[in-house]
């Protein structure tokens, strides 16, 4: 695979860092030379947070440029949004948990939350897909990340990313009974 950029975004809480954690580890363990940063300033407030990780062989820094995301991975509908407009690329793709946070920029009411007719004409303005997950059954918000994880193995976007090393790369990263919790949910 070329280079190779994957986008993650949400607020502060719902599992951003096991996320990308969960994305580098089975990335890896499908064959891929990946890196990956996060960031963690508002992740107490309520903020933005994101990971960046980066798949190939000639990728020199982790972060995703932007317009050059090939997926965009979000936990949350406005945070997905913002995401297509600045780090998706032209016939980029983007999977997001249709959960909506009062995030800073609702509160204060500088931003609306997009509805689906809006959030479609913004991917197609790219020309790219867009996936809309929710489940009714999540018995933790926490557990949207591992959702996520689960439609990705299904829709095959990623090369070798599999249920198989999902499963590995939880079974190193939890314990107990919130892995067999999140092993469920996949």
């Not at 986008?7 to 580098?24: F, H, K, P, R, S």
């Not at 920029?105 to 197609?124: C, H, S």
């Amino acid at each position: 695979m070329k280079e190779f950029n994957i986008y993650m975004c949400g607020v502060g809480g719902q599992g951003i860092g096991l996320l990308a954690e969960m994305m580098i580890r089975t990335c890896s363990k499908a064959g891929y030379e990946v890196k990956g940063v996060d960031t963690h300033g508002l992740a107490q407030r309520g903020g933005t947070v994101v990971s960046h990780l980066r798949i190939g062989k000639k990728v020199h820094t982790p972060l995703v440029p932007p317009g050059q995301a090939d997926i965009v991975i979000a936990l949350e509908r406005l945070e997905a949004l913002r995401a297509v407009h600045t780090m998706m690329k032209d016939e980029g793709k983007v999977i997001f948990y249709d959960v909506r946070y009062q995030t800073v920029d609702n509160r204060l009411g500088t931003q609306k939350y997009p509805d689906m007719d809006e959030f479609e004409i913004a991917v197609k303005s790219k020309h790219g897909q867009v996936v809309r997950v929710f489940r009714d059954d999540v018995p933790d918000p926490r557990m949207q990340n591992v959702v996520l994880i689960s439609e990705l193995i299904k829709l095959e976007w990623i090369d070798g990313f599999s249920k198989k090393f999902v499963v590995e790369s939880l079974t190193e990263l939890m314990q107990g009974k919130g892995l067999e919790k999140n092993l469920k949910l996949l």
